[in-house]
């Protein structure tokens, strides 16, 4: 490697991981990521690559019982609204469409500012 490195003029470096305490957050994401995969793929395996969309999707917007919040709530400060949600309008939907322009800025404005609220909360939970 080093014959060749010096050959193509590459550099290199050895880094160590910044935070390892979240190494164990990450295996457990890919844990859980990659047993929801085996759920959504053919019995042939061989569209894993084009199901990661649709697992991400189910990933982000599942529920987690640590943080009592799901992961694009926790990113956003607002849960996810599902394509069937904008064909056959939810309460939510209904509740969000009626609000002037106006007031759905200020609405949203305070959703931000309690974000931080939430973020602090989950993590508390996760500890």
């Given at each position: 490697m080093n014959k060749l490195g010096e050959k193509f003029h590459f550099k290199q470096y050895n880094?160590?991981?910044?935070?390892t305490a979240a190494n164990g957050l990450a295996e457990a994401f890919n844990k859980t990521f990659c047993n929801l995969?085996?759920?959504?793929?053919?019995?042939?395996?061989?569209?894993w690559h084009l199901r990661i969309?649709?697992?991400?999707?189910?990933?982000?917007?599942?529920?987690?019982?640590?943080?009592?919040?799901?992961?694009?709530?926790l990113v956003y400060g607002v849960e996810a609204?599902?394509?069937?949600e904008c064909q056959i309008p939810s309460l939510r939907i209904a509740i969000q469409e009626r609000l002037s322009e106006e007031n759905n800025v200020?609405?949203?404005?305070?959703e931000?500012?309690?974000?931080?609220?939430?973020r602090l909360e989950a993590?508390?939970?996760i500890e």
């Open positions: 880094s160590s991981m910044y935070y995969l085996k759920k959504i793929v053919d019995k042939s395996k061989r569209d969309r649709e697992a991400l999707w189910a990933y982000r917007t599942t529920f987690r019982t640590p943080t009592q919040a799901t992961p694009y709530a609204i599902l394509p069937l200020r609405f949203r404005l305070e931000l500012e309690a974000l931080d609220e939430k993590q508390q939970r």
